[in-house]
């Protein structure tokens, strides 16, 4: 019964969700809104694990995002469409519907294997020094990628909504929605049966006192390799659904910018609480929707106030000083984030009697 | 054959000989100490013998297995434990979780278990859980299995980092300062604990210790080093008379 309250309420959700997508009550904009919040969720959840729940600072997520949306998307094209540079299909169409889930996997484990490029110099490095190696390797990957003009180059790399349509041909639901969420679900569920294990509280031990965890037989190497190739990996699979949510991809996305957005993600929710980083990435996603709207109307206001000149219009371009001032005033007033490293059950122990989220 | 055999060990950092020709053989269950002035190069020894540090000269052979090239995790995993001057416990874990997770040489099962919360990964769960409480019972700490180490008195976080290094099922227990920070009652009760862990476990002891008492009621064998080179062995009123001794700790008369 307490076992499985969270698990129904979460397929009864995702039942909603599709259903009411399917049916087209809710329109094409609110469900891209919803399947953003998934990503961020698993963007944000998996970033925690390395900087939160082992307390390295590590900055290039979206590198290994890169990686895994290159991979899928060329994968998808290359298997069920024909394309210019990839030639024809090499496998029926009408796979795809089966294979998407399998190409988003091998896309996580592309980008697992990019993670590597991190863990080893992890081995030896801390801190700053390894937040700036983590920097340096998602530029290396947006480099490469600009630089191979066989999947577009900078001009980026698109075809993936054939993948959808020819999904869609199969059997008309909302796939990519569908996926999103599984995916989404899936993640969460295995970050919290992996830090609530006494192998993955081994990360938890190297952030308190990496000395220590080596002296008591935690092999921290080890460890560090399994939590960035986690991290990476689980970026990767969130990569590979962006491609397909958005249809087209350019390594520009990928850059520090959405690095930092991930940042941002992680210390609202709070270091180390996987509520907290799911609870974030639905207010982050939300915040920047809202921007959407808002800076329209402020532009408005502030022209009618006359505290702008005509010339002047307010843009989305304001959005990038908003995102780095809520980290600033977050930083300031709330360091350790909404949650701190607290979980939902323990500001709300009430909770318990449905689930334990330890 | 021998528990421990340090033969010539020495260690160089740069220019500095850290510690020179360093020699000694445990048999099994021995008590003894190391002791020297501040700086002397005591803790550099451990960190040898844990693997932090690997040596610049001579040989370490525990178990008739050479030690050289091991990390710190697989020389523990061979039965050697250590706890640190200033104590390092995971102190935003519950002390369960500290013995716990120090069951990692151990564990039973691999991530794939811990992702699926297979049979193999439920039952060695229950199974760390049970050596948890087992631990912390012996050693009088059951009380605190749920609270988290920042929390206690300091006497009890070095009981608690005892306890968590016994938890390896040590073969050599290697203590550095454990008495260092606290006050006279807790000396007491850690020189009775020690007494009673070296006849409960049946297991050697060797440590690093400032305050005499400590050294001079428990220990069987003194070794004594200044800058790196040993400069007296023997029983605790060989080494009270000693004059080497005298003037390492009290500098020399005539000066």
Redesign the interface.
């Known amino acids: 019964m307490q076992k499985l309250t969270v698990p129904t309420l979460l397929l009864a959700m995702t039942g909603v969700v599709v259903f009411m997508s399917h049916q087209e009550y809710i329109d094409l904009y609110i469900q891209s809104v919803i399947m953003f919040m998934g990503v961020n969720i698993i963007l944000s959840s998996s970033f925690n694990i390395v900087n939160g729940y082992m307390g390295e600072f590590a900055c290039g997520h979206a590198g290994f995002m890169a990686v895994g949306a290159y991979v899928t998307s060329i994968l998808n094209v290359m298997l069920f469409t024909d394309d210019k540079v990839f030639g024809n299909a090499l496998l029926s169409p009408e796979l795809a519907v089966f294979l998407f889930p399998v190409t988003l996997l091998v896309g996580g484990v592309a980008a697992a294997l990019a993670g590597v490029l991190v863990a080893i110099p992890s081995f030896k490095t801390r801190d700053d020094y390894l937040a700036i190696i983590t920097i340096a390797a998602n530029y290396i990957i947006i480099s490469t990628i600009i630089n191979m003009d066989s999947i577009g180059g900078a001009r980026g790399f698109m075809g993936m909504k054939k993948v959808l349509f020819a999904m869609d041909d199969s059997l008309s639901v909302p796939w990519i929605l569908i996926w999103v969420m599984v995916f989404t679900i899936g993640t969460v569920f295995i970050i919290r049966r992996f830090v609530s294990s006494t192998y993955g509280k081994g990360i938890i031990a190297i952030k308190q006192d990496e000395v220590a965890a080596e002296i008591m037989s935690v092999n921290t190497n080890r460890m560090k390799l399994v939590a960035f190739m986690l991290s990476s990996g689980l970026a990767g699979i969130a990569g590979g659904l962006f491609a397909h949510i958005l249809g087209y991809i350019n390594p520009n996305s990928f850059g520090i910018l959405k690095s930092t957005e991930c940042l941002v993600m992680v210390y609202l929710g709070g270091m180390g609480s996987l509520s907290g980083s799911v609870l974030s990435a639905i207010i982050f996603t939300l915040l920047l929707e809202s921007l959407r709207f808002v800076l329209p109307w402020m532009d408005t206001v502030l022209h009618y106030a006359h505290l702008l000149p005509d010339g002047y219009e307010l843009s989305q371009v304001w959005k990038w000083v908003i995102i780095p001032l809520i980290l600033i005033l977050l930083m300031q007033f709330r360091p350790e984030g909404i949650m701190g490293n607290r979980e939902l059950s323990d500001i709300f122990p009430g909770l318990k009697r449905f689930y334990s989220f330890k | 054959m021998s528990l421990l055999q340090i033969t010539n060990m020495s260690k160089t950092f740069g220019g500095l000989r850290a510690v020179s020709d360093f020699s000694i053989s445990l048999e099994g269950q021995e008590l003894i100490a190391l002791i020297g002035p501040n700086g002397a190069g005591k803790t550099t020894v451990f960190n040898m013998v844990?693997g932090?540090y690997s040596p610049t000269e001579g040989s370490l052979v525990f178990k008739g297995k050479n030690l050289a090239g091991l990390?710190?995790?697989q020389v523990?995993?061979l039965g050697i434990a250590?706890t640190?001057q200033n104590i390092?416990?995971?102190?935003?874990?519950t002390v369960l979780?500290n013995i716990?997770?120090?069951?990692?040489?151990?564990?039973g099962?691999?991530?794939l278990d811990?992702?699926l919360?297979s049979g193999r990964?439920m039952k060695n769960?229950k199974r760390?859980t049970d050596r948890g409480y087992e631990i912390l019972e012996a050693l009088d700490l059951k009380a605190f299995a749920l609270e988290k180490p920042k929390n206690l008195p300091y006497g009890l976080q070095r009981r608690v980092e005892i306890a968590?290094?016994l938890s390896?099922n040590p073969s050599l227990l290697l203590l550095d300062e454990p008495a260092a920070g606290l006050n006279s009652a807790d000396v007491k009760d850690l020189i009775k604990l020690i007494k009673w862990i070296h006849g409960e476990f049946k297991i050697a002891i060797w440590m690093i210790e400032h305050q005499m008492d400590v050294v001079m009621s428990l220990c069987s064998w003194i070794k004594v080093i200044d800058f790196g080179v040993t400069i007296a062995e023997g029983t605790p009123e060989q080494i009270q008379k000693n004059p080497d001794v005298i003037k390492a700790y009290l500098g020399d008369e005539n000066i």
């Open positions: 844990s932090f990390k710190p995790h523990t995993a250590r640190f390092r416990l995971w102190h935003d874990m979780e716990q997770i120090s069951q990692h040489y151990n564990l099962y691999n991530l811990a992702f919360r990964y769960e760390l968590r290094a390896i």
